[in-house]
């Protein structure tokens, strides 16, 4: 076995579910966000907390003299031990909480909606891959087919039938195909190196392909279906949405904010001066309401009040942005669809059979050699054309998935 085929043997080629799947669980990008997700969501339990309650030990009356000829320093003191606590009024905690959830789905929207964006970035690589691959195998397709046009010539040169230098302006034009598949590895290596990269995947280009099907598809849902899937799926209107949401809830934190919260008070105490020998332990309360002769919080009120009404305007916003990205990528999907009917009807096949038909006259000497060398450069025209419309094609539908917000079209 060869070096070669021990190198292809050992390639593990993937699929797009299984790039996909691989991207999701080791793109370090995603993999951070999610955390950002985890810390929101750790807000929420620090959002419900209780006040702690406070507790208060004091001691008076301590007596630093001799009584008697003895010294007794703990003899008058006085010992207090007293708890308080402060009472959240106008369903704080509840709010926050509210809240804090509130910002956990936010988070969580903006995190699909990241995914959604390196997804396409993902795809775009993947189909480059895919057409690159394409270009390589047509590029190695043509310069066999040379190499047999060579053949047939030189077997003509012997039967004197074609002169030398038709012989070697022929082979001369062998290195413009040799150059045509050197450039067309080098791309796939670099596709190939991108997606890796965005794998965070550390295999040799060489133990690395993927494959997929490089087609089209002639069928195309109207516009409307788009646009209704787009605003059911796509993150960042969602995000839009549920941002309003929490300003909302902001806005009623700020007015419960401004309300008073007493600190409900409590305490024992035990003084051993007192004459009344049933007056040594007492027990006391106390209820401390702060007075609100200035509002502190009206600043706070009036902003949230505001931020209402800024992400209202930030969803006709994304709304806004929704239809044109779904708008833009359909025309362009379209686009590629009336580009690709003609050529998988009728020029490729024509393509071919021009091809055939000058390359059968060249060998049997009823065409020239001009005639032949055009003949084989329009071939190589249009079926080059065909795969650049079929990578510009699955680029469009990548861009109108992103702009959905899901995969509607594979």
Known sequence: MTLGSSIMSAQTSYT??????????ANPALKADAINVQEMKAAETTAYLRPNPQFTLSTDGTQIARYQGVWKPTTGTQVSPALSYLHERQNKRELRLESAKQGTQIATSQHQDLERNLLFNLRTAFIQTLQAKAIVELSRQE????????????TRLKDGDLAQIDLDRIELQRVQYESDLQTAEVNLRTSKIL???????RTSVEQFDVEGPFD????????DAFRQIALDNRPDLKAALQSVQQADTNHKLAFANGSTDPTFSGWYTYNPSFNNSYAHQTIGASVNIPLRLFDRNQGEKQRT?????????LIDVARAQVFGDVDSAYVQVNSNIILLRPYKGRYLAQAVRVRETVTYAYQHGGASLMDFLNAQSDYRNVQLAYLQLIGSYLSAVSQ?????????IQ
Do not use: C
């Not at 797009?16 to 691989?22: F, G, L, P």
């Not at 997606?195 to 995947?201: F, G, S, V």
């Not at 089209?216 to 516009?223: E, K, T």
């Open 16 to 25: 797009w579910n299984q790039v996909k799947d691989k991207f999701e669980s």
């Open 143 to 154: 310069l066999d087919y040379y190499d047999h046009i060579i053949e047939i010539s030189r």
């Open 195 to 201: 997606l890796l990269q965005l794998l965070n995947d």
């Open 216 to 223: 089209f598809s002639d069928q195309l849902q109207p516009l």
């Open 305 to 313: 009040q505001l931020d209402i009404d800024r992400n209202q305007r």
């Open 400 to 408: 109108l998935n992103l702009a959905v917000g899901r995969e509607v």
